[in-house]
């Protein structure tokens, strides 16, 4: 929290999806406005705004979010919105408007991370900066969508895409800038983490998994977490962003926690240790070279280990880097408000290192 | 670790301060230059630099540090250095020559954090971001040192000031960004938690003590560490920086760990709890509001909190904010060479968006 200040320039947003993530920020923007203005310096106007199903709607004197979240809470189209200008799809919308970022928070499955892929390529190649809460867009693609951002001179982050809220991604990667990476471990998935620490109370994991759900944690067809591919996504964003590694989904050993036997439990118990779904990552050769070894998998995690007491739905990151050694970051793993925030906090270092800017112009000019 | 790149314009630095964290960044600048450059597209060049003893020394085409490195070690001064101008002190020359980042690494003691506050309050009037390890002077003047900084639209960073290269300030202020401050506890002093790690295992003050200091963790003198005037400055700085409150030493419950008696620890052990040097920051109102009040004394640590398996030189912060909850950050807590990787931190985020600015401008006038 900085000096108080007054907002210059507004930042003009792009919201491409509307779902979960994307309205919890516009109810966010909408009604703290006067607190980030005042404790940020930062103004925000959304200037344009897509859902998969109506298009891409655009004003450049700025939407009025809480109409437009009216509309969308009663079924209507957003493209009925009075003064806006209407695209049939987000692509289209954002290659004829103009902005100073995308957020993009849609939701772009495993398969090849589309629509949000095209949507971050053209924003980037147009040298507009990107934050996203899209994991396999970044999973995918990340050290090419980092490349582009980086050849442009503008940001792209992703901070909800690992652990939500929890700041991980910009502790790890501005935090420790200058650090060379050794190695990572996680545990990534609140679901999971949640499920196993029913089954190491004695539950069974049908119950375990019956209680995630009335938690709201676990979706009914669980398997992108129980299998273990939400938390390969954010190994591969994790080598992509941190590690500066391209992984391929084929790259990433993984085994998910439906077929654990009890007995795997008690083992693990008899040894004095707890049996979590690990991810890790790995420099084979020291110095930050050689290949990244990827693993999301059940292990047994001995009592000493930080890891070890992370318990529910809480999740962490142990992180090693030369010259500092061992960096241990913990928090909630998921839940809808908690990307929200994360898509936020991105979303003022963009303002912030825009709004330097124009005051240090001010500044010379004066 | 962005894609490689190639530095655009060197980033000019005044290192002010030429002690053990001094002569570390200077030894990491001149041998990982092409790391730096490869990996975060950052190229530096230190212009100027001072020592108490000598003076200030500038050469605009850039100082030869390998060279300044060995007169140093050598016990010659540094003003002999061929090539370079000459000032009687830090202030003088700051005022008189031009570069683009102060990095002010001197060590300015707790009555009034002189000479480090003349040096930073010069240079952001200036217009010009400052990185600093130097606790008091953030301590004592945070507050005011980050308006002026946001006032001219420059950066003022302080990351090493608290658990030293372990990304702390940078995750409360730079990744929580947007969530309202509730509560932090922490331990914050790795010379204290190893002292009392040693007499929670039956150890004497002084036998702890003894150990702490053949380890080189605590000073001959360490009653800046015991009684928790080292732990005070960095609630002080928390206070600051995150909770935006400057605090006066007297608004700082303070008690040491000197004179803990061998039953308190019993008696904790007996709860089920350790005992731990806490400091601690609360508002007392919700949502930001009311006062700070900031402790820093032994207390019990009940065996689930976070904070009670952090033992020996490793520190700990606990940060309670909406609507994240609750996110905790492990690592080293002191070390020179960590120290400097907090400095080098800071640099490369300062760095990083000033060749984003440049390479902006590239693309456009393309």
Chains 1, 2 share one sequence.
């Not at 999806?17 to 106007?45: E, I, M, P, Q």
């Not at 209407?86 to 692509?91: D, H, N």
């Not at 652990?163 to 996680?186: C, E, F, H, K, Q």
């Not at 941190?242 to 439990?265: D, K, N, S, W, Y």
Request: hydrophobic share 40%; glycine share 10%; with cysteine.
């Amino acid at each position: 929290m900085p000096a108080p200040t007054s907002p210059g320039m507004p930042l003009r947003i792009w919201l491409v999806g509307f779902g979960t993530v994307g309205k919890w920020l516009a109810r966010t923007l909408d009604s703290h406005a006067r607190r980030l203005a005042r404790d940020y310096g930062v103004g925000v106007s959304v200037v344009g705004l897509a859902n998969a199903r109506d298009g891409f709607i655009y004003d450049e004197r700025g939407l009025d979010l809480s109409s437009v979240l009216r509309r969308a809470a009663d079924g209507a189209a957003i493209t009925d919105e009075p003064g806006a200008r209407c695209w049939p799809s987000a692509l289209e919308g954002i290659r004829d408007t103009e902005a100073d970022l995308l957020v993009e928070v849609t939701s772009s499955p495993s398969g090849d991370g589309e629509p949000g892929v095209a949507h971050m390529r053209e924003t980037l190649e147009r040298g507009i900066p990107v934050v996203t809460s899209n994991k396999w867009p970044v999973a995918l693609h990340g050290v090419e969508l980092a490349e582009r951002a980086h050849s442009h001179g503008v940001a792209f982050r992703a901070e909800s895409t690992v652990m939500s809220g929890t700041p991980v991604l910009s502790s790890l990667i501005d935090g420790l800038a200058g650090t060379v990476p050794i190695a990572l471990r996680g545990l990534l998935n609140a679901t999971v983490n949640f499920i196993l620490t029913g089954m190491a109370e004695g539950k069974s994991y049908e119950q375990a998994l019956a209680e995630a759900q009335r938690a709201g944690l676990a979706e009914r067809d669980p398997s992108a977490d129980v299998e273990g591919y939400d938390t390969m996504a954010k190994v591969m964003i994790l080598s992509a962003l941190v590690f500066g590694r391209q992984l391929r989904r084929e790259q990433v050993t993984r085994r998910g926690i439906t077929e654990i036997a009890r007995a795997e439990f008690e083992q693990a118990a008899a040894s004095g240790a707890r049996l979590k779904h690990v991810a890790s990552l790995e420099f084979s050769e020291p110095g930050g070279l050689g290949e990244v070894h990827a693993r999301v998998m059940p292990a047994p995690v001995g009592r000493d280990d930080p890891l070890a007491s992370i318990d529910g739905a809480t999740n962490a990151v142990v992180f090693r880097a030369s010259p500092v050694g061992e960096v241990a970051i913990t928090g909630p793993g998921a839940g809808p408000q908690l990307a929200g925030q994360g898509v936020l906090a991105d979303l003022i270092a963009v303002a912030r290192s825009r709004s330097k800017l124009h005051r240090r112009r001010a500044d010379r000019d004066a």
